[in-house]
Structure formats: C-alpha cells, structure tokens
C-alpha cells in the first residue's frame, strides 16, 4: 500500500524514538490496533512502517501519535505537524475510489439507455422487415402509403435515438452516428424511389427488383440493430462487474 508522503516522515520519528521490537509491540496493544499478520523483527525502519502501514488503514495513526507524545521524549513539533497535515486513513483513495465508482455507474445508465432505445427499434424494425416481406413479390402499386404507415414506428424510435446521442457524456457515439444512421437514411432513400416504381408501365421485373431491394436494406438494418444490441448486452454486464469491484473496496 502507498502511504502519504507525511507518514514517511512519521515512520523515521518512530523509528529513532522506539527502536526496540518489544516497545513496538507495546505501542500497537495499548492503540487497540488488529495486527495479527504483522510478523516485526530487529529492523527499527521496517517494523515501523508494517505498523504505521496497518494504522493508515485502521485509522489508528492518530492515536499512536497522542500514545508516543505522552510516553517519549520527542520533537512534539514534529508531530504535531504530521498530525496536522495527515488528513485520515485512505481519505484519497476513498475518494478516488468513491469518484471511480460514480463514473462506472454514469457510464452504465448510459449503456442501459442505449440498450432500452435499440430494443424499441428492433421490435419496430422487425415490424417493418415482416410487412415488406409480406409484399406480392412483383407489384408494389399502391402500398406507398402502407410503407410509409409501417416504417413510421422506426422513424420515430430512430429519432428519439438520435435526439438522445448528444446528452452522452462517457461512451463513444461514433458507432451510432455511423452505420446504423447511414443504414437507416439508406432505407428512407430507398423508399423514396418507390415513385419510379409504382407506375403501371414500369415492369413487373423492375418492381420486384425494387422490393427484393428493400428487403434487403430493411433486413441489414435490423441486422445491425441486432449487432448493437449484443455491444450494449455486452458492455452492461462488463460495468456490472466493474461495479461490483470496485464497492467491494469502498
């Protein structure tokens, strides 16, 4: 464990004032600190920092300060010093700690949003992928205004989807703003040829061409929904565990 930089300067103290492994033991049983897996020896310096390590995590470096001020001759100014600058056991890494486990939780409600958007889209979409599929393979008169009624539902899930991508703060969008977007604008785009096609004299090769075009857009877009889904399905049980780490030193 690192200490902070003042408990060094702590450690020398003790080690000059109370060299002896006897009188170390002494100090550690009258502050009520847990010890039992600090093994000292004859080295004044190494003992001193296996105790005063154990007391920055008990928070017990006060109380050997107050224990040795009163029982040894010592510099009470030095101490005093160390007193006053040493802020408490693992304040920083606590909140270090407590920082890192808030941004581990931002990050997955960020991932949990993405995943309830792209599970709407995905139901929608397949709506849609169903309905074209259930096109006569070689006449698309007439069902202009029943595409447009069933790709409604994606317009608006894809909308509130983008809409929401600015207010992430955490995960990269790059992925969101690039093949599901352009998958999608090419589906619109597609769909709006549907006036070319939907006239009598064009031929019924053309217009199955035409719908065996949008099945396919209508399918890779799904498809790639399905992609992104798995990447936020994956990502929410990766900042699960991070969490679940992370509290557990908190």
Known sequence: MSLPPILEDLIQIL???IPEKENSYTVVDEVEM?????KLKDIADDNWRKIVVEAHSQNKVGEIIEYVRER???NDE???RIKDVYKGPRVSEFHERLSKVTMIHDELQEWKEIHWHLDGLLTTSRSFTTFVEGLPGTNTIGVE????KSLN???QRMGALLEWLPQIKIIEIVRWEGNLKSLYAGLEDHLSTISNVKGRLISRRTQKEWLVGLSTLSSGFESEIITEM???????REQAKKLSETLKGV
Do not use: F, G, Q
């Open 153 to 155: 539902p994606v317009a």
């Open 230 to 236: 798995n990447h936020a399905d994956n990502m929410l």
């Open 34 to 38: 847990s010890c039992k897996y600090v």
């Open 15 to 17: 080690a000059e004032t």
């Open 72 to 74: 040894y001759p010592i």
């Open 78 to 80: 030095n101490l005093t």
């Open 145 to 148: 205004r029943d595409l447009a």
